[in-house]
């Protein structure tokens, strides 16, 4: 039986991991709750009352901006990739490396076979359509051993192809494909690039931030119908 | 638009050749619209005789742009929709997503709140689980089950309702906490649900665990090694059962999960009858989790202090709980308006039936069932 | 005697009749339908001759066990070539010239016999009991051979099975 | 009374018989399935067909109109004719088999002398019906049930054959009535005899029947509908109508052969109600259904709806009507007695077999193909061998040895019994054998990974 990211090992508290509850957890029936953010513990503090919200409030305390990352994984990471390994940062106590989309194969092999990062846990993109390579390629990763996550960031621009990372993750294809279908990203090397959830004689890509529907519509009004479309 | 194809065959599923047919070869189509593929999926089947030679699952019949939807709500407005994805345990899916923005907000919903939110997620688990045993164990030709199970699972719609009013799509969470107080008599009727569904399980297993046709049927049927689970991204029953333990709830404790003692069930053949068996243990967990939070629920607030108008500062988090089928993830990018400016949702379901096509190969079409059901897929999920 | 006259030239006719269209229908399976029929009315010729147990094994054995396993393995077959196959080639010259010769010769034998030509009478006295006899003469007239047919099928069907292993590995 | 009877028998009984057969078939069948619906419903905590008549009584009929007022839908590349055709073969012979089938001493069509190979022959045509309709459809699913459908009866057949022949040995006939008055003569049941026949019987019947746990050619779950996919309305209500005909054909058959057919319970108790003819346990069918009345005219008041409350009172009378006709049976001739009492009580007895079914099917999971050919192939058929030559042993130690013939058959139950404990063992062995080798498979799939 393998045993993997139990709650039981403390893991070790590099950055880049989930917060873990202090270790008085299941000790006792009384209930008390880790407070890592001030907001939480005054809400403990007015337990009594119900909730009182101001509207248009903030929150009390922001969460900390995006900082530096600069660990031991990174490191190692950087002194085997070089410029390959963009910008690592932490955002929310999770750990974001920004990679060179066109390297990202071998990364991600070195991230599973030497750093244990087994499972692709989700693939996806983002579209900043206002920047001049507008998609990020997100992909996140997760140790089983180490009981961490890691994600790997890379800008694409449009037309610009990834490598895939299906002969890394086999779970990667479904992902890809995906990805291919909602935002036209091209993998290089995936098996069977097609559309997975749209049907194939789809127009454009929807979740590209410059998919717009209604202007769809009135185009496939104006070609099909011959008429100038109403909405 | 067909760029890219390489060379073939990484094992998991691409599409079938359908040209080259071998002698007594037959293509069959299951799906769209079949009395075992749960919903929409459709799955193509190259038969040899009732081999199965080959499988391609056809998705996305179901696709209703939940993350394009999200990005033009504001982020309590979108909390509805995440109900609808996995529609048979929509608790677990409103935990994940508050959770997610909460965590880009920097907030955290008080202890009363998240103990509460245990006890329905859990709840919802046996709900989603006893929905999974009834139609998985009718996919095997046992008629009695399914109504037995839909007679327990209604004791917990009542709880819902009674708690928020809907029974399916339970929206029962906010961002921050708690809409609801708790109704007067909660505590009693979980209790008295929990004390009574001991015995209930047994009476399942019963009808099932022992019985010889259902080992016959499910014993070394859709085996999936724990490497390729890992591999393939499956998480969840599925993936415990293929003798993998992790769980998030005790990998990376949420909600209220670190506060109550359960255990993980693990079985080690990764076949359609361990990935029952798993399911039955975990019944039986969640019932004792149940039982635990609703004993000692703490006073206080119900609803974190974080303004009427969410606008989380820009960055991005991922948060991901254990849904009732496996690792529930989002993905939120936020640039600091009241939309998220990205949502992603990383369903159990895709990534779980992704490995269908390597259970399937050497199945005969009734095992084609029999794995499906075991993988307890919602197409609602798979196809967002 | 009239009723039993026409059962008779029923059966008779629907026997012929299917086996006629048997050996002419292009579909494999409507084929098999008919050669179905044709056994079934023999069973009733059977029937009427008083052979009751010759009839019930007719059907049971020819129409319920082997022609379900000629149906079940034509279905298994690719249709569609059988279908388009020319059912009439060039050799039907030479099989007509031949089928001529073989009617000639059985005309020629009934013209010669037809002095000792007549229906047998009815069996009535057997009848009653024509099970109990089948089996007497089988175990006991008909022992070895009744022996060595079952030896044969056992050799035929054990053949069957290491030949359908063999293709299997 | 007595002469009556004699005159009619000779040809119009048996047409009387057979016009009642036909004419009775598709209603008892329509309220086997209402009693299906409801003991399923009973076993799941569910009421069942509530609304059409009270507790469901008039569903059938609706049921019935529904179909054959349902539009007829031929698929487009089917083969009209044999689509057309199939249903009807499959009705038409499951009808055929109740010629020799008595229902009690007085109701039977004709009374062959190779009654038990006829039915066994007629039944087996009845898979024409399947195959052709499966492959007439046109369609996958309805190919697969159908190929499905003729391996699993071919080989099922011989179980069920096999079974049937020890009791033949016991009986020594194959006329169904003659079995029915040996089991008399010898004053017990034959399934007290060969149990273990009775039991490869049962097995066999369900799977011929193709009925869960064996429902594979219509195993809703995996082929949708099997070969009945694509019929609808009165073709497929024709199929529909076959299947439970077959189930009553061989409910009556092991009726007939293991449970003395209609012969009441304690055929030997003969003790007479003081001062008549009357036996004490004749009245026993009377007072049942007028218990049966009672109850229904009890329920009758407390249906929501007047004319619920009609139909129940109305089926209470009938009940009523039936206790009047078994009672003044009882003051008939001998041969009205046993042909309405027989008759009673074979009912009872199909009923009881049926409701196994039943039983059977709401417990159990499905057979997977494979596992449904194993069982027949190599547990039933090895079974039934043993026990044919078990019996045929016992027949010779009775006979030439003069033992006890109960004495004579333990031997031959125990041979059964030890034969299956065998190879029980020798199945789990190879369902082990297989779990290893799957476990290897997933390890080479896994090394596979590892090179690509």
């Known amino acids: 039986m393998v045993k993997r990211g139990n709650g039981e090992e403390p893991p070790d508290k590099r950055p880049g991991e989930e917060i873990e509850p202090d270790a008085s957890r299941g000790a006792s029936n009384v209930l008390k709750f880790p407070t890592p953010h001030k907001v939480e513990s005054e809400a403990a503090v007015e337990a009594a009352k119900p909730a009182r919200r101001v509207p248009g409030s903030a929150p009390r305390e922001a969460p900390p901006a995006p900082a530096l990352l600069d660990n031991e994984l990174v490191q190692r990471l950087r002194d085997r990739f070089g410029d390959a390994i963009r910008e690592a940062t932490i955002d929310r106590k999770q750990a974001i490396v920004q990679v060179d989309a066109g390297r990202v194969r071998e990364i991600a092999l070195a991230c599973r076979d030497d750093e244990k990062f087994e499972m692709l846990v989700d693939l996806t993109a983002v579209d900043w359509p206002k920047r001049e390579r507008r998609f990020d390629v997100v992909w996140n990763l997760y140790s089983m051993t180490k009981n961490e996550r890691l994600r790997l960031k890379a800008h694409v621009a449009q037309g610009e192809s990834v490598p895939s990372v299906t002969s890394v993750w086999v779970g990667a294809n479904w992902p890809e494909r995906e990805c291919f279908d909602l935002f036209g990203i091209v993998f290089e090397g995936h098996p069977d690039l097609r559309r997975i959830l749209l049907p194939e004689e789809w127009h454009g890509h929807p979740l590209r931030k410059d998919y717009d529907i209604l202007k769809q519509d009135t185009e496939w009004v104006r070609e099909n119908l011959g008429i100038e479309s109403g909405q | 638009m067909n760029a890219g194809h390489g060379a073939a065959g990484f094992g998991t599923a691409h599409g079938i050749d359908t040209t080259v047919l071998g002698e007594n070869e037959i293509i069959l189509n299951m799906g769209p619209q079949h009395p075992s593929t749960h919903g929409v999926l459709r799955v193509k089947l190259r038969l040899d005789g009732e081999r199965v030679v080959d499988s391609e699952c056809i998705i996305g019949y179901l696709h209703r742009g939940v993350e394009k939807i999200a990005e033009h709500r504001s982020y309590p407005q979108f909390a509805p929709y995440v109900d609808r994805m996995d529609y048979v345990a929509a608790v677990s899916n409103g935990l994940g997503y508050c959770e997610a923005v909460e965590k880009l907000l920097g907030a955290e919903a008080p202890p009363r709140a998240r103990v509460v939110r245990t006890i329905l997620a859990e709840l919802q688990r046996i709900a989603s689980h006893l929905l999974w045993l009834g139609t998985h164990a009718l996919d095997i030709g046992a008629l009695t089950p399914i109504f037995y199970a839909m007679r327990e699972r209604e004791e917990i719609l009542k709880i819902f309702e009674k708690y928020c009013g809907a029974r399916l799509t339970t929206h029962a969470f906010r961002i921050g906490g708690l809409q609801y107080e708790t109704y007067d008599t909660f505590e009693r009727d979980v209790k008295r649900f929990c004390e009574d569904f001991a015995q209930k399980i047994d009476q399942y297993e019963t009808l099932l665990t022992e019985n010889r046709i259902w080992i016959g049927r499910t014993k070394g049927v859709g085996v999936l090694s724990a490497d390729d689970a890992i591999a393939l991204g499956v998480t969840g029953p599925v993936l415990r059962a293929s003798g993998v333990e992790w769980d998030l709830r005790k990998a990376q404790p949420y909600a209220a999960y670190d506060r109550y003692q359960f255990e993980v069930p693990v079985r080690e053949n990764g076949d359609t009858y361990d990935r029952y068996l798993v399911r039955i243990a975990e019944m039986r967990q969640s019932r004792l989790i149940c039982l635990q939070a609703v ?49 992603r949702v990383r369903p159990p379901s895709f990534f779980n039936l992704q490995a269908f096509h390597r259970m399937a190969r050497g199945a005969m079409v009734a095992d084609v069932v029999a794995i499906i059901g075991s993988i307890d897929i919602v197409l609602g999920e798979v196809d967002r | 005697m009239v009723l039993a006259n026409v059962l008779f030239y029923f059966f008779a006719l629907l026997a012929v009749g299917s086996a006629a269209l048997m050996i002419t229908r292009k579909n494999i399976v409507h084929a098999a339908v008919f050669l179905v029929t044709t056994l079934l009315a023999t069973a009733g010729i059977f029937l009427q001759l008083e052979a009751e147990f010759l009839f019930v094994v007719q059907i049971l054995v020819y129409a319920g066990g082997i022609m379900v396993l000629f149906v079940f393995v034509i279905m298994l077959v690719n249709l569609d070539i059988e279908v388009r196959a020319v059912r009439f080639n060039g050799q039907w010259k030479v099989a007509g010239a031949l089928a001529f010769v073989l009617a000639m010769q059985v005309l020629t034998a009934l013209w010669l016999g037809r002095k000792t030509f007549h229906l047998p009478a009815p069996p009535t006295a057997l009848a009653a009991r024509n099970t109990e006899a089948v089996a007497d003469a089988l175990f006991s007239h008909f022992m070895l051979a009744f022996e060595v047919a079952s030896i044969l099928l056992l050799v035929a069907m054990i053949g069957a099975v290491v030949m359908g292993k063999r293709r299997a590995e | 009374m007595h002469g009556f009877f004699q005159s009619v028998s000779a040809i119009i009984w048996p047409v009387l018989c057979a016009v009642v057969i036909v004419l009775l078939l598709p209603l008892l069948a329509g309220y086997i399935v209402l009693v299906e619906r409801k003991v399923m419903a009973h076993m799941q905590a569910r009421l069942g067909p509530m609304r059409v008549g009270p507790h469901g009584l008039l569903q059938p009929i609706a049921d019935a109109l529904k179909l054959v007022l349902k539009e007829d839908v031929i698929p487009m590349n089917a083969d009209r004719m044999i689509f057309w055709f199939a249903p009807v073969i499959s009705v038409t012979v499951a009808l055929v088999a109740y010629s020799a089938l008595p229902i009690g001493p007085a109701f039977q069509i004709a009374d062959l002398n190779v009654g038990l190979l006829f039915i066994v022959a007629v039944s087996s045509l009845g898979i024409y019906g399947v195959v052709l309709g499966g492959w007439s459809s046109n369609s996958h699913y309805s190919l697969l049930g159908a190929m499905r459908s003729a391996a699993q009866l071919v080989s099922y057949e011989v179980a069920a054959g096999l079974a049937l022949v020890s009791v033949l040995l016991l009986a020594g006939s194959l006329s169904m009535k003659e079995i029915v008055q040996a089991q008399l003569d010898q004053g017990v049941w034959f399934v007290f005899y060969v149990p273990f026949g009775f039991f490869i019987y049962l097995v066999a019947s369900i799977a011929e029947t193709n009925r869960a746990p064996f429902d594979l050619p219509e195993a809703d779950s995996e082929i949708v509908a099997g070969y009945m996919t694509e019929y609808s309305g009165f073709r497929w209500a024709l199929y529909f109508l076959a299947e439970y005909a077959n189930v009553i054909i061989v409910a009556g058959l092991a009726t007939t052969l293991f449970f003395g057919g209609w012969l009441r319970p304690l055929t030997r108790y003969h003790d007479h109600f003081p001062g008549t003819s009357i036996e004490l346990l004749d009245v026993v069918p009377t007072l049942l259904m007028i218990a049966l009345a009672v109850y229904c005219f009890r329920l009758a008041p407390k249906q929501p709806v007047r004319v619920q409350k009609r139909v129940m009172a109305a089926a209470g009378v009938k009940c009523l009507l039936f206790a009047a006709i078994l009672l003044a049976a009882l003051f008939g001739s001998d041969a009205v007695r046993q042909g309405v009492h027989g008759a009673f009580w074979f009912l009872v007895k199909v009923g009881a077999y049926i409701y196994c ?60 019994l030890g034969c299956a404990a065998w190879l029980t063992a020798e199945e789990s062995d190879f369902s082990e054998e297989a779990e290893s080798s799957a476990t290897v498979g997933g390890a080479e799939a896994t090394a596979n990974r590892g090179g690509e």
Do not use: C
């Open chain 2, 295 to 343: 004993e000692d629920i703490p006073e206080g607030a119900i609803m974190a202090r974080i303004g009427k108008v969410l606008k989380p500062p820009p960055g991005e988090v991922y948060h991901s709980i254990e849904g009732p089928k496996g690792e529930l993830g989002y993905y939120i990018v936020s640039d600091g308006t009241i939309q998220p400016y990205r949502v």
């Open chain 4, 357 to 416: 079914f039943m039983w059977f099917r709401f417990s159990f999971p499905r057979y997977r193909f494979d596992q449904l050919m194993r069982l027949s192939w190599q547990f039933l058929i090895p079974l039934a061998l043993v026990n044919v030559i078990g019996v045929g042993v016992a027949i010779v130690l009775r006979e030439r040895l003069g033992w006890n013939p109960f004495m004579s058959l333990v031997p031959t139950t125990l041979a059964t």
